[in-house]
């Protein structure tokens, strides 16, 4: 599992500025408004041989009856709890505040390891004298940056990277598949990892990391071995509807950035809800294996065609994504629980699935002589050849002609003969269109 570097400070200090820095891209919103990054945001950055992830998060106002404030400020602390390093930013042009104080004692109590910058440093030559000040927070040596003109940024990541757990760590946990249960609230997110857990135990153990708001529970038998990240037992109580569906769904975005496999649990008595499309969207958009797992089935009273008509029902509304098996269980009595492991396994291979360009362009001739590619005002569209660039989800690239004329409609047909020959059941597969030569537009 990576690293995680969480970039937490009060509003307006400067951390999405930071935050594009380090990644290299604009993936934070950048305004001169307190406020604007709201949820948090993630990126993937390298320093010194280390991939890790870095995570943007709204600012803290620490005593604060403002909603959205109350909101950006219980993101923050999500992502402080799921933080190998803190960078803490302040702003040199500001000074030290009495939030910097708080926020500062609020990351005392975390226990993690806090790198301190002190931001808005943008002249060069000397140090400016208000940096000394910070040493009154007692978090150790403030460094200098400039997420503008990115002065202090290697010194900043060379002490992140000090604090990271030990690269070995990663390697042995190669051959353990990461199963994220994500859905809505009250599907049986929890009765199903305890069913896991207390029926067929084997190594059970709360793997280190359970402050987090996803817990992860070890568990190993004759099928493999497995990581359930349960985003359950953590939501918010709150009066507004809005949060408590907002929470749900960042708890659920959490734990599909660390996982493989993605269960995704919808209520059998509720069908398919609108909350459960927008979590299944978040894995489906994420390139996850996904299983549709619809819990609580002993509750439904059936005749011969439930499971057909209730399979219609899922397929409908979540129509994005009809390459992800059904299957239908109940937590509590324990019916079908035991294929699960089976499916996981299997959609975590297809996932992982190469393909050589040879049986990839066989499959491309075949699909094109059994229907033409399309062709606008005379011109058709040549597909020349295509090739696999990645795996997690599978990526294939597809050069052509002139990529106006590759319609969606047709990149569909195309995939359909790919998972027709090579099957890819339960992951999303992404094409990308390239076109020969230097012909923009």
Known sequence: MKPMV??????????????????????SIVEDTPGVTRDRIYGECEWNGRTFT????????????????????????????????????????????????????????????????V????????????????YNLGLGDPIPTSAVHGHGTGDLLDECVKYFPPEEDDEAQDDVIQVAIIGKPNVG?????????????????NVAGTTRDAIDSYFENEKGRFNFIDTAGMRKKSKVDNRIEKFSVLRATMAIERSDVCLIL?????????QDTKVAGLAHDAGKACIIVVNKWDAIEKDGKTMDRMREEVRRDLAYMPYAPIVFISALTGQRV???????????????????????????????????????????????????VGIRPPH??????????????????????????????????????RQKGDKEG
């Open 6 to 27: 969480a970039i937490v400070g009060r509003p307006n200090v400067g951390k999405s500025l930071l935050f594009n820095r380090l990644c290299g891209q604009r993936l």
């Open 266 to 274: 919808i209520s059998a008595e509720d069908g398919v809800t609108e």
């Open 119 to 134: 931001n808005k440093m943008d002249s060069i030559g000397e140090t400016d004298p208000g940096i000394y000040e910070f």
């Open 396 to 433: 294939f690239v597809v050069f052509c002609n002139d990529a106006r004329l590759f319609h969606f409609s047709y990149q569909r047909y195309l995939e359909n003969q790919i998972r027709a020959t090579f099957g890819l059941e339960g992951t999303p597969v992404k094409l990308t269109i």
């Open 338 to 388: 035991d294929r699960l492991f089976d499916l996981i396994t299997y959609v975590n291979d297809q996932a992982a699935m190469r393909i050589t360009t040879g049986m990839l362009n066989n499959v491309l001739a075949d699909a094109t002589a059994r229907v033409q590619p399309p062709t606008d005002r005379g011109r058709r569209l040549k597909i020349y050849y295509m090739t696999q």
């Open 54 to 117: 870095i995570v943007d998060t709204g600012g803290i106002e620490p005593n604060t009856d403002n909603e959205i404030l109350m909101f950006m400020r219980d993101q923050a602390q999500i992502a402080i709890e799921n933080a190998d390093v803190i960078i803490f930013v302040c702003d040199i042009r500001t000074g030290m505040t009495a939030s910097d104080l708080d926020v500062a004692m609020m990351l005392q109590k975390s226990r993690k390891p806090v790198v301190l910058s």
């Open 189 to 205: 997110k929890s009765s199903l990892v305890n069913r896991i857990l207390g029926e067929k135990r084997v190594i059970v153990s």
